[in-house]
């Protein structure tokens, strides 16, 4: 599942945005164990490290000091990176230059009823990049990367209401941890030696906010995305480009309304330093990832990745930002890790009844 996979998706989990799940076709063939373990792992061990470091990194140009680049720029090249990538491993798949255009003539310029539904997912997309920067411009690390866990509920939620789809008992119940979770992370008392390394401003009230808000749009825009996936024949690759390219409009008109007087006096890349194009390029690759754990891995061991990348992301911030834990963030940090294992482990199985037959 490339989530969105070029960067969308169940996702940024990873600080950015995750693919829907996409069902991976099983063959007959036996496959290379071997390579399949060693991709396994490995895309585990990239997930876990992209989805911790694009946190640490995203928060950290947020709050040091020193000139700050505009984060409406930053989500234009971000899906500019992706639409881009994506284009390109549809010129690899079609073989040369003419299939290339006019795969993307038929299934782009002469479908544009088509364009106008995946506008919809393209949109919300990129707002919701643009409130990860605020939220990581107002939440340390760690507790941004717990919180916005939050996006598996309201995943779940539009999953089971939009797609009509049924989880288990324990799945409901691990949506109740998370939830709990949550809650301790976000009403530990604040301290003051956690933000001793931080230079700018800090309004806790709207990162939670904007996280929220975040939440909500990932898990609706996910699963509208999915719906799409299921009901056209389009490759997830098309389905990346659209989005990005519908991205990149609306992000531009964004940038233009709330940051063009300073993008006109500044610049484009005011502010841009080697850290912030590392940031960049997370946000634009770091799906790819996903789409691979997806077809190597499954859903738990996405889960533990998911896990991994908050314990990563919690001891970093004791490091990089002073940031001080306490018995109550512990204990919630606890509780979302297990909620998300246990979500990902008992996905409800599929009984198909088998035909009947009668003399």
Not at 308 to 332: E, K, P
């Amino acid at each position: 599942m490339l989530q969105s996979v070029c960067g969308r998706g169940d996702s940024i989990q990873n600080g950015v945005e995750e693919a829907p799940s996409v069902p991976v076709q099983s063959h007959t063939t036996m496959p290379n164990v071997g390579t399949s373990a060693v991709m396994k792992y490995s895309s585990l061990v990239l997930l876990t490290l992209q989805s911790a470091t694009l946190t640490l990194f995203m928060r950290y140009t947020r709050v040091r000091s020193g000139h700050m680049y505009m984060a409406t720029t930053a989500v234009v090249m971000a899906e500019l990176f992706k639409t881009t990538g994506c284009a390109v491993i549809i010129f690899i798949q079609e073989g040369g230059i003419k299939q290339w255009l006019n795969h993307m003539s038929q299934n782009i310029i002469k479908q544009p009823m088509d364009c106008l539904k995946i506008s919809v997912p393209a949109v919300i997309y990129m707002l919701q990049n643009n409130l990860l920067y605020v939220a990581l411009s107002n939440l340390e690390a760690a507790t941004f990367q717990v919180t916005y866990q939050l996006k598996i509920l309201t995943t779940a939620l539009f999953s089971v209401s939009m797609l009509r789809k049924k989880l288990s008992v324990m799945q409901w119940v691990s949506l109740v941890c998370l939830f709990v979770g949550v809650g301790l992370v976000q009403l530990q008392p604040s301290t003051k030696s956690a933000s001793e390394k931080v230079t700018t401003e800090q309004n806790s009230f709207l990162g939670l906010v904007s996280v929220i808000i975040a939440s909500l749009m990932s898990g609706f825009a996910g699963i509208y995305f999915e719906k799409l996936l299921k009901n056209t024949p389009q490759s997830l690759y098309l389905r990346n480009v659209q989005l990005g390219f519908v991205g990149v409009v609306f992000g531009l008109l964004t940038m233009y309304f709330n940051d063009g007087r300073e993008i006109a006096e500044k610049g484009f890349f005011y502010g841009y330093d080697f850290v912030v194009w590392v940031v960049i390029f997370l946000q634009s690759f770091g799906g790819i990832l996903v789409a691979v754990v997806v077809k190597y891995a499954d859903n738990i061991l996405k889960g533990f990745a998911t896990s991994a990348a908050i314990v990563v992301a919690c001891i970093a911030s004791i490091y990089l930002f002073d940031f001080h834990l306490t018995l109550q963030f512990t204990m919630g940090t606890s509780l979302v890790i297990l909620a998300v294992y246990m979500y990902s482990k008992f996905v409800p199985v599929l009984v198909t009844k088998k035909p009947v037959l009668t003399a």
